[in-house]
């Protein structure tokens, strides 16, 4: 059994970028298995952002005993949920930005040049929305 878990790890290991861990994980695993694996990363997520269980339960459509086994896990300090979690904060952080930074003029403005927004930030009574003009009064 040790051995077999060891080239299941080294094999996982091996691959680099979410391109060839997507067809891996095609490979190895079946649809339903992937979606089952996928909704209990969700899960995760969603137990640290202090979401309810019934909240979770309702928007992916899981029993309560899904969600109890996932909080048991994180609950028993076990680190790869949390890992996996964090990680994807930042890569979802990350594609924001690059969004951000395709769609909107304003924001490219204030990346390049952010000292100029220090002496004249956006008005306070309305907040900003990057992509969005304001309206014209005429």
């Known amino acids: 059994m040790i051995v077999t878990l060891d080239a299941l790890y080294t094999a996982a290991s091996a691959v680099c970028g979410r391109g060839a861990v997507k067809l891996f994980l095609r490979d190895l695993l079946?649809?339903?298995e992937r979606i089952m694996l996928g909704r209990r990363v969700i899960i995760?997520?969603?137990?640290?952002?202090?979401?309810?269980?019934?909240?979770?339960?309702?928007?992916?459509q899981?029993?309560?005993?899904?969600?109890?086994k996932v909080h048991h896990w994180?609950?028993?300090q076990f680190?790869?949920?949390e890992q996996a979690v964090a990680g994807m904060e930042q890569e979802f952080k990350k594609r924001n930005?690059?969004?951000?930074?395709?769609?909107?003029?304003?924001?490219?403005?204030?990346?390049?040049y952010p000292l100029h927004?220090?002496?004249?930030?956006?008005?306070?009574?309305?907040?900003?929305?990057?992509g969005q003009y304001p309206k014209r009064t005429s």
């Open 117 to 130: 927004f220090l002496l004249f930030p956006s008005p306070k009574g309305t907040p900003r929305q990057y």
């Open 97 to 112: 930005e690059r969004r951000l930074y395709a769609t909107s003029a304003f924001y490219r403005l204030k990346k390049k």
């Open 30 to 32: 079946t649809p339903s």
């Open 74 to 76: 994180l609950k028993d």
């Open 62 to 68: 899981v029993s309560s005993k899904t969600v109890g």
């Open 79 to 81: 680190p790869g949920f």
């Open 44 to 60: 995760a997520r969603m137990l640290i952002a202090d979401t309810s269980y019934a909240e979770i339960g309702r928007r992916l």
